[in-house]
């Protein structure tokens, strides 16, 4: 079945610890994104990427860094300048489209999340 | 600059009636995509139903319509006979065209409670 992956489901982090959460889709979009929920709240964009080797800062990104090797990969990390880093993250792809709109298929396609908690 | 608003921060509704979550947009764009996903407690999200700028039929999902209205940039989700595995969040987002083609622009959210 096609579909994202985002490991763990749950993390705990001490301060001043960095941690990478993971992202995989076996979708074949081009783009991904991150994002990141506090209870109640909207999703915030932290990065989204277009394309490989390639990715953009979202509205929230001090913190935050991203890699893109992979088209399939979009692993993110919380370093330890995140001041206030837990909340619950979700990872998206969609495909690439300079042509819009064509239809339901240009939906984000959304991972479970991760629920990072800093100890 | 796009933007989303939804204006309901918690809404309740009997089950077996039908409840309606709104959204307004604002964009310079013809060409953009309008989506609604629910997200229960569990933190997934799903998506619901899609409306393009250009469909000049309102879209509907099963229990979920989407009544579209261009010119007031409005798109509301319509959720017919509510069913208690209705209550979560809902979220409205818009994708538009050109270099942030690739970007989508959410509102923060509805919280819909079904009452038995």
């Known amino acids: 079945d096609g579909g994202i992956t985002q490991s763990p489901k749950y993390l705990f982090r001490k301060e001043g610890q960095n941690v990478t959460l993971s992202c995989e889709q076996n979708l074949n979009h081009d783009a991904m994104y991150w994002y990141r929920q506090d209870p109640g709240q909207g999703l915030r964009l932290i990065y989204y990427s277009q394309i490989v080797n390639d990715f953009q800062k979202g509205d929230i990104a001090e913190g935050y860094s991203v890699s893109r090797e992979k088209k399939e990969s979009f692993p993110l990390t919380v370093t330890s300048a995140q001041k206030n880093p837990t909340a619950f993250y979700l990872c998206a792809s969609s495909i690439s489209s300079i042509r819009l709109p064509t239809g339901p298929t240009d939906t984000q396609y959304f991972g479970p999340g991760t629920r990072l908690t800093v100890l | 600059a796009q933007k989303i608003t939804q204006t309901q921060p918690g809404m309740f509704v009997q089950e077996k009636e039908a409840v309606t979550l709104d959204c307004t947009y604002d964009?310079?764009?013809?060409?953009?995509?309008l989506f609604w996903y629910k997200q229960p407690s569990s933190g997934e999200m799903i998506f619901l139903i899609y409306q393009g700028s250009y469909d000049e039929q309102n879209a509907t999902e099963g229990r979920y319509s989407l009544n579209f209205q261009k010119a007031r940039k409005s798109a509301n989700l319509v959720i017919s006979a509510s069913q208690l595995g209705d209550s979560a969040m809902y979220f409205c987002a818009m994708r538009g065209p050109g270099m942030t083609g690739n970007q989508f622009y959410f509102g923060t959210g509805t919280s819909l409670t079904v009452i038995p």
């Open positions: 964009t310079s764009d013809q060409s953009y995509g």
